[in-house]
């Protein structure tokens, strides 16, 4: 399949080259596809999704759009030249214009201009608001203009930068499968930051991880979940409980030495017919809601937290895992 | 990174914003390079005589002069600030606003004023020969004198910072203090004193630089400053070189301060106690005589600073205005207008394409270097004045001997007077449209390019609409500061036109003083209201944080 968004060897430092924001990313995202950026703060995301809109300039590397070199070291096209679509994370509406004012902004085709817009508000639910000021919507309101004015000027590349951490809950959940929706309609590329990994499993096609500016993993969904090539990755995805000599002490489990071990918490069950089990005291529980989280002490003094949906009786209770579930990484 | 990828990064980001920002830096730091190259051409015949017998009184005259005002101002600054800001006794809410108004008075007006106070049958004698006391006098005329006259004027600058700071204190701070047993004025002293000295001293600095750059008081008080040093070498005893060289230690001073003032800047952000956000919603209502005090405290330099100036010039006024009231007073106020109108609109341009340019350009250097820019307002005017004349001056004699014009296009003439105060007065544009600005969220502009717009659309559409207020506060406040400016204006101003604060001055000097109120009133009416603009805005800052 042919890639829009092509990324070689880019890197970015600030302050002088004192702070490396992104060293050496290289990836590629195929035409139509939903690639979601993950990572803590700081990881960089940010600062590549800006490298790709050409609001800062690169140290090394090159950026490719439709293969069109956009960026390099001798060579940088401005934003408005790059053919790329950006919903920022506050959304960014202008404030002095009006709804359809806002989504006219940056259609060229002076003709057509209103029907395209009306269009957009179309396929995004906003029909009827045209005349609307931003701060007369509600926060998905706000999120359907910017990404109808994103969409409007039919861009090569859309990028999100945390299209939901302005929104409650409830709203994130529905808005999500909403604009992901529209997006995957109009086919276009998409890149989208976050550090909610449930929107990245839930929307992306592929999903790439970010470490302190070093790409770490990029995958589909269910790949990065069930094989994270990292403890990182893997925590990233779930809580994940590193199994260190005294666990696999406890749970005699002798694993290979060059390798470090993992095991995702809810792949230890309170149960005795697993491949590696351990006796555990029960110091504390907590009641969750939908499960209950105890605090154990294993037999050779080690502490460890499980979740549970079962009901716990006594003191003393049998947990063990299996050793399909055991993560191994290299070092 | 090798010296290769630097050259063509450097080549990448170099666009014509750059060249454009160089442009405009070369334009407005044409006056402080001209002093610093002729410092090469060295002194004047009289610089020896000046060094031996007058530059000891200049030097000894300006330290005492800041070392006075620094103890005026910061007492009546900042204690006045205190109070306003933690206490809730009568008229505190006007005293407020009140306590601004000074700044509306120029100090060279304020000494004016006060010289018919303290002079033959003024105010002080008219009222002691009630009190019984004959021919009952002060002698101001002296650095005690203009000492006071500068601190009443200018002492609003360390009263805004500091108000500025105590209204976005912390309670907890001082809740904590108090429960630790130390009383409110101790906690004073011991804790918010000293959290409050780099807003205190941001204050103080413009102080200093207001003192360092007034002529009008000094020369009317007769007291030697390196201003007044500057304004004789050039004019009594024809030696710009000599006066390039008491500049250059006079600009040696300013930096000094400027450096000083960053110097101690420098733990800002450590001790501002900024991530607090509590702030003083009830204040605290002392006991009765205690209210009585704090009212009477904080009226004495209202008083001072504002109401006997005003009343002694609207004493004169009404002597005076049948004899100054004429046709001549009438177009000279207009023409003070004009000019103040063209060059704010100019200056709010300049400021404009400094703030925009720097920040499309894309070279680092050029942006941290654009600063430089608005080092004008910190530059006295007579240094500027001199720094604007002499390279006029040269560019008209190679135009006339390459018989290009027959006569001088820019020395003496209105583009000069202009260009002079663009320079002088560009930071006080620059700030106001500086601060709006940031406050517009950069996603704005970056949406707008991301959707196709480049930097000049992006500012028309976007930026443009959203910085009106900025724009506004930028020209009132040029507009007041050139209307009252006077040193620059005394040098640079063309032989047929005249400025209210130009004939105040000649008034003042030709023995006239009391012809000087009207002009004098019109300028402090003029500025009375970004004074009380600036009240709001503080309010508002307040309320916001």
Not at chain 2, 25 to 34: A, D, F, S
Request: charged share 20%; net charge positive.
């Amino acid at each position: 399949m042919q890639a829009t968004l092509n990324i070689e060897n880019l890197s970015k430092s600030f302050d002088q080259g004192k702070v490396k924001a992104l060293d050496g990313v290289s990836f590629y995202v195929n035409k139509g596809d939903i690639c979601a950026v993950v990572g803590e703060s700081g990881s960089g995301k940010t600062t590549l999704i800006r490298l790709i809109a050409g609001l800062e300039e690169l140290d090394e590397g090159e950026i490719h759009i439709e293969d069109k070199l956009v960026a390099s070291i001798k060579k940088n096209i401005a934003p408005e030249k790059r053919d790329v679509g950006m919903v920022f994370q506050e959304y960014a509406l202008f404030p002095h214009l009006s709804v359809l004012e806002n989504v006219t902004y940056g259609i060229k085709k002076s003709k057509s201009k209103k029907e395209v817009a009306l269009a957009t508000l179309n396929l995004v639910g906003l029909e009827g608001y045209e005349k609307r000021y931003p701060h007369e919507l509600s926060g998905g309101q706000q999120q359907r203009v910017a990404l109808a004015r994103a969409l409007a000027p039919n861009p090569s590349v859309l990028i999100l930068d945390e299209p939901f951490s302005n929104l409650d809950a409830m709203m994130r959940h529905k808005l999500r499968n909403d604009v992901f929706n529209i997006i995957k309609k109009t086919g276009v590329t998409a890149i989208f930051v976050t550090h909610d990994t449930q929107d990245a499993l839930a929307v992306a096609d592929e999903i790439l991880i970010l470490q302190n500016g070093r790409l770490v993993q990029k995958d589909e969904a269910s790949a990065l979940y069930k094989k994270p090539q990292s403890i990182y990755v893997a925590s990233l995805f779930g809580n994940t409980i590193q199994l260190n000599k005294g666990l696999q002490t406890a749970f005699k489990c002798p694993l290979k030495e060059d390798c470090c071990h993992a095991i995702r918490n809810e792949n230890i069950t309170v149960n005795e017919d697993c491949d590696y089990v351990s006796e555990a005291e029960v110091l504390k529980r907590t009641f969750l809601g939908t499960h209950s989280q105890l605090l154990l002490k294993l037999d050779n003094g080690e502490h460890i937290t499980v979740v549970t949906n079962e009901p716990v009786l006594g003191n003393t209770l049998k947990i063990g895992f299996n050793s399909k579930d055991v993560l191994a990484f290299e070092e | 990174m090798n010296l290769k990828i630097k050259f063509l990064k450097f080549k990448r980001d170099l666009n014509r914003w750059s060249l454009l920002l160089l442009l405009i830096l070369g334009i407005v730091t044409i006056p402080i390079l001209t002093i610093g190259l002729k410092l090469f051409d060295g002194p004047g015949e009289s610089w020896t005589h000046i060094v031996d017998y007058l530059l000891y009184d200049y030097l000894e005259n300006s330290i005492l002069l800041a070392v006075f005002c620094s103890f005026i101002v910061i007492v009546f600054g900042v204690s006045t600030a205190w109070l306003v800001s933690r206490f809730d006794f009568p008229m505190r809410k006007q005293l407020e606003w009140l306590l601004i108004l000074p700044l509306s008075v120029p100090a060279y007006i304020m000494a004016y004023a006060y010289a018919g106070v303290f002079g033959y049958s003024g105010l002080l004698q008219n009222l002691t020969e009630k009190l019984g006391f004959d021919n009952f006098s002060i002698d101001i005329m002296n650095i005690y004198g203009l000492s006071f006259v500068l601190s009443m004027s200018l002492f609003p600058y360390v009263y805004v910072s500091s108000r500025t700071f105590f209204l976005a204190q912390a309670t907890n701070l001082l809740e904590a203090s108090r429960m630790l047993g130390i009383s409110e004025f101790k906690s004073f002293f011991k804790l918010i004193f000293p959290l409050a000295r780099p807003a205190i001293v941001a204050g103080l600095v413009l102080v200093l630089m207001e003192v360092l750059n007034d002529y009008g008081a000094a020369s009317y008080y007769g007291v030697n400053t390196f201003t007044t040093g500057i304004f004789r070498s050039w004019f009594s005893l024809g030696e710009p070189e000599t006066a390039i060289y008491l500049s250059a230690i006079l600009l040696m001073i300013v930096f000094g301060l400027i450096l000083l003032e960053k110097w101690q800047r420098r733990h800002l952000s450590f001790s501002s106690p900024k991530s607090s956000k509590k702030n003083y919603n009830s204040r605290i209502k002392p006991r009765k005589k205690n209210q009585i005090l704090f009212s009477i405290f904080c009226s004495i330099p209202v008083l001072l600073g504002f109401i006997i100036p005003v009343i002694q010039l609207l004493i004169w006024t009404k002597q005076t205005f049948s004899r100054v009231w004429n046709i001549e007073f009438i177009s000279i106020t207009l023409e003070s207008f004009v000019i103040a109108f063209i060059t704010s609109c100019v200056t709010v341009i300049f400021a404009l394409l400094l703030l925009f340019f720097s920040r499309w350009n894309k070279i680092d250097l050029l942006k941290t270097s654009s600063k430089l820019g608005i080092l004008g307002y910190a530059i006295p005017g007579v240094i500027i004045a001199i720094g604007v004349l002499i390279p006029s001056l040269t560019l008209d004699k190679w135009l006339i001997e390459h018989k290009i014009t027959s006569k001088l296009i820019l020395n003496a003439t209105l583009i000069a007077l202009i260009y002079g105060y663009v320079v002088r007065f560009l930071a006080v544009a620059y700030q106001p449209l500086e601060s709006s600005s940031l406050k517009i969220d950069r996603s704005l502009s970056d949406s707008s390019k991301v959707l196709g717009e480049g930097n000049f659309k992006t500012f028309f559409r976007i930026e443009f609409p959203l910085i009106r207020t900025g724009l506004l506060s930028a020209f009132i406040l040029v507009f007041i500061d050139i209307l009252k400016e006077l040193p620059l204006t005394l040098i640079m101003k063309p032989y047929n036109v005249n400025t209210l604060a130009v004939k105040a001055f000649e008034y003042a000097s030709d023995e006239m003083v009391s012809s000087a109120a009207l002009p004098s009133l019109l300028i402090i009416l003029t500025a009375l209201i970004p004074a009380i603009f600036l009240n709001k805005l503080l309010l508002k800052n307040a309320s916001d944080s």
